[in-house]
Structure formats: structure tokens, C-alpha cells
């Protein structure tokens, strides 16, 4: 077994045929078919349906070892060619929505800046999908949303976020700077579906004033929630970084004093330890928060004071 035939395997597993795969690696079919056929014959199982085309169960569980493998190596590449004051190599950054979107392009500026030749990509997700890619060595690193219980990651909180309802100027709580959670009782709001990590959120803190919070619908993105809200479909509740300074529009953000805030972290494996373009990357985003933090509403980077709230 090679590192050839764990990325034809691979290759093939991200673009779908014998034929992309090797304009994927740059080389020919036959090429990527011997790899496979070699790694098939030493592994004693078949990798792919040719008659069906894609991978096959086998396919599928050697690909995600295969992943972890050539992730590994290139950690290693990174970390020596960074071995002096120029830092280089790739990252792989998970991020969740609200937060790539508020921080991404000062991050991605302020690294090209600083480190024009550490390569970011940059994957966005939920908190639930992010963390497993973390553990599995997929991504080296993470934003995610708090709480989590998982011993073998290493977190650290970037900021806390008020949540606040967002409505469109024209509807009837437009005028309020600030509304008592009381006052949304069975009021129709766009939420999170059940279940959710922020409808979880949303629901405890009701169920501790009393309140009855009902759904005119529930949307499962929270920047779809924004964007509806700002449409004038509802009002929402969603965390600050859901609507970036720069973003401009007919609506209004209402504080509501009895939701907590929410805590966003970064993560990453404690075993093997992060490579050195990841260790730059989750500096200069602790910086960039720092600077843009102050800036956003809602949004409270003084990260000594920070909670690390846990699961359980």
C-alpha cells in the first residue's frame, strides 16, 4: 500500500469515475486504475463497482482511513517546512455559519498578510458536523458554538454573542430598543427546528419565564432566518454575528434581556499536536476577532471573563 493508491482511491471517491479522478491527479486512467487494482488485490476486497460505478461499502470505509492517512502527511510536510520563521503549508478550518460569514474575509486578509504562504480551507458547518471531522483528523481545527464534551479536544473560547430578535422595520415590535421575553408569548416567530442546538436555547430560556414560544415556522439555517426576518416573514431570534455590520437593510435589532449568550470556541485534537499553518491560522483569528469584535453588535471578545460551558 502507497500513498498513490490511497489518493486514486480518494479521487475517485470525490469525483466519480476512473477518468476524473486522474484529471483530478493529473495523470492518466490506466494509471489510476492499476493503484486501484493493486490496492484491491492487497487488501483482498473490491474498492469500486465498475458495472455500477462509485465506490463500494469497502470502498467507502478504506477512503475514510484513506482521508485521515494523506491528511497526516501533509501535517507533516507543514510542519517541516515551517520549521523556522516562515510559516507554510495548508490548514483545514471548520467554521459555522454566522461566524464564517462575519469573520472569513477579515481572517483570510489578515492571513495573506501575515502568512502569504499557509493555504486555508476553509469548510462550513454545524457545530454537530464540525466536531467529529475534528476527532477523525479530517479538519484540524474548528469555530464551533458551546457547549461540548469531548476530553480528547482542546478548546478555546473566541467570544461570546447576545441573542436578540430581528424584525423588519414595519413590524410591531419594530420600535422597541428592548423586549421582555414575556412579551413573545405566543407570539409567531420563525425558529430553529426542534431539537437544534439554538432552539434548545430559545426553548429552556421560555420555559424559565413561563413563556410559550410558537413557531410560524421553522427554518433550519440561521442565516436563512435572518434573511427571512429582514424580508418581512417574521420576526426571529438569532445570534449577533447573523447580521454582520456590513450588512445593511429595513430592520432592527431588539435586545431580549432574559436570553443568555451564546459562546463560540475554537477546537482541536490535544493528539497528534496542530500543525504549525493551524497554529498561525487560530492566532490570527483570536486577533481578528479582537479588532473586529468591538466593532460588531453584540458580539463580546473579552475572552478571560468567557465561560467554557459543557454538555451533560
Known amino acids: 500500500m502507497d500513498v498513490r493508491q490511497l489518493s486514486a482511491i480518494v479521487a475517485i471517491a470525490d469525483h466519480g469515475t476512473f477518468s476524473a479522478a486522474a484529471r483530478a491527479l493529473f495523470t492518466v486512467q490506466s494509471n489510476v486504475s492499476g493503484h486501484i487494482s493493486r490496492l484491491e488485490k492487497e487488501l483482498g476486497v473490491l474498492l469500486v463497482d465498475r458495472a455500477q460505478g462509485g465506490l463500494t461499502e469497502d470502498g467507502f470505509r478504506v477512503v475514510e482511513r484513506a482521508r485521515r492517512v494523506l491528511n497526516e502527511i ?11 520563521d516562515k510559516v507554510a503549508g495548508q490548514t483545514r478550518i471548520g467554521v459555522i455559519g454566522t461566524t464564517a460569514r ?96 439554538l432552539r434548545k436555547v430559545l426553548d429552556r430560556s421560555a420555559a424559565a419565564n413561563n413563556v410559550s414560544l410558537r413557531p410560524q415556522a421553522e427554518i433550519d439555517g440561521v442565516r436563512l432566518l435572518a434573511s427571512l426576518a429582514i424580508d418581512g416573514f417574521g420576526a426571529t431570534i438569532v445570534p449577533a454575528t447573523a447580521v454582520p455590520t456590513w450588512l445593511t437593510g429595513a430592520f432592527r435589532r431588539i435586545n431580549v434581556p432574559e436570553l443568555p449568550r451564546r459562546v463560540v470556541a475554537s477546537v482541536r485534537r490535544r493528539r497528534p499536536a496542530t500543525n504549525a ?29 468567557l465561560p467554557v460551558p459543557r454538555s451533560g
Open 102 to 197: 462575519w469573520l472569513t474575509p477579515s481572517l483570510l486578509r489578515q492571513l495573506a498578510g501575515d502568512h502569504p504562504d499557509v493555504r486555508a480551507i476553509v469548510r462550513e458547518g454545524a457545530s454537530s458536523s464540525l466536531v467529529p471531522n475534528v476527532m477523525s483528523g479530517e479538519l484540524n481545527a474548528a469555530v464551533i458554538h458551546l457547549p461540548i464534551d469531548e476530553p480528547e479536544l482542546l478548546v478555546e473560547p473566541l467570544f461570546a454573542e447576545d441573542l436578540f430578535l430581528l424584525v423588519n422595520d414595519q413590524h410591531r415590535l419594530a420600535a422597541a430598543e428592548t423586549v421582555a421575553i414575556a412579551e413573545l408569548d405566543d407570539e409567531p416567530l420563525l425558529l430553529p427546528p426542534t431539537g437544534s442546538a
Open 277 to 305: 499553518p493551524t497554529q498561525v491560522t487560530l492566532k490570527t483569528l483570536s486577533r481578528v476577532i479582537l479588532e473586529q469584535g468591538e466593532l460588531q453588535p453584540g458580539v463580546h471578545p473579552e475572552t478571560g471573563a
Open 74 to 84: 501533509e501535517d507533516i510536510t507543514s510542519d517541516m517546512t515551517s520549521r523556522h
